[in-house]
């Protein structure tokens, strides 16, 4: 990893998954652990960048009074909403989630990776911003 000034590999081949990452033990990440298995994105998909969107839509009302998850990035890269310009996002406020629902799509290195809610519930806020970076452990959505 140092060689290559790599800071987080992910592997995943016949259900074996592997993640490597450089210096995690320095940070805190709030995560929903739902199935016992680390956070981490499956196999790199080949799509088209989605277009950068307007500001992420929130749902302050949807905080109040609810305690909600939050759906963070295990990987530093570009946030994208929607698989390509043309498509929809795959999520919005108010759509039902679960652990395998595909939320959104980061960019790294040039490899496209789906990143699941690995929770269930509904989309409350959409905090990260559509072509924009986004770093390990920021907060993408929040759920209720």
């Known amino acids: 990893m140092k ?5 987080v590999f992910e592997m995943e081949k016949d259900g074996f998954k592997l993640k490597l990452q450089k210096g995690a033990g320095d940070q805190t990440v709030f995560a929903p652990a739902t199935n016992g298995l680390p956070a ?13 969107s307007p500001p992420a839509a ?23 909403r929607a698989a390509s310009p043309e498509s ?13 629902t595909v939320v959104c799509i ?10 699941k809610a690995e ?11 559509g072509g924009k970076p986004v770093q390990f452990g920021q907060v993408l959505f929040r759920v209720k």
């Open 3 to 7: 060689k290559n000034d790599l800071s």
């Open 40 to 52: 981490g994105a499956p196999p790199a998909m080949p799509v088209a960048p989605a277009p950068v």
């Open 58 to 80: 929130t749902a302050p009302e949807a905080a109040k009074g609810a305690s909600l998850r939050e759906i963070v990035s295990p990987m530093v890269g570009t946030f994208y």
């Open 88 to 100: 929809p996002p795959y999520v919005e406020i108010g759509k039902e989630v679960t652990e395998e």
């Open 106 to 115: 980061i960019e790294a290195m040039k490899v496209m990776n789906e990143i």
């Open 119 to 129: 929770t269930k519930g509904v989309i409350a806020e959409i905090i990260a911003e």
